[in-house]
């Protein structure tokens, strides 16, 4: 198994900039697609974006097109959502998550992840 660990959080003024890290140990990280989603208070967990393990295939959330980019480094067992032009709604609680790469593409946009991460708070100011 794989566990992970997100860092980079903090309060930010609308507009600014924010980079996430996600840094995986335990099994190779590139055994496993990651994703990132986002919890505000009072509101279901969401997806936010989604790396294949070999990096070839991205996906985002309507809200975070143009603004967020995902990324990753199997060799550092690293991963990293840069959150560019943030808004208010964007603050909530991130969460890293794996998923074993045998699963389908289709399933990264789901919360069906198989590990998580315990989540780095996000706030963004207006």
């Known amino acids: 198994q794989v566990q992970l660990e997100e860092s980079g959080g903090g309060q930010v003024q609308a507009g600014g900039s924010l980079r996430l890290s996600c840094t995986a140990s335990?099994?190779?990280?590139?055994?496993?697609?990651m994703g990132w989603f986002r919890q505000a208070p009072d509101k279901e967990r969401e997806f936010v974006a989604a790396?294949?393990?070999?990096?070839?295939?991205?996906y985002y959330a309507d809200s975070v097109k143009g603004r967020f980019s995902i990324s990753r480094d199997n060799a550092k067992s690293t991963g990293w959502l840069q959150m560019n032009r943030l808004k208010p709604e964007d603050t909530a609680i991130y969460y890293c998550?794996?998923?074993?790469?045998?699963?389908?593409?289709?399933?990264?946009?789901?919360?069906?992840?198989?590990?998580w991460g315990q989540g780095t708070q996000v706030t963004v100011a207006s």
């Open positions: 998550a794996a998923m074993n790469n045998d699963r389908d593409y289709s399933a990264l946009i789901t919360t069906n992840y198989d590990y």
């Open positions: 335990g099994r190779a990280f590139g055994l496993y697609h």
């Open positions: 790396m294949s393990w070999s990096g070839a295939r991205t």
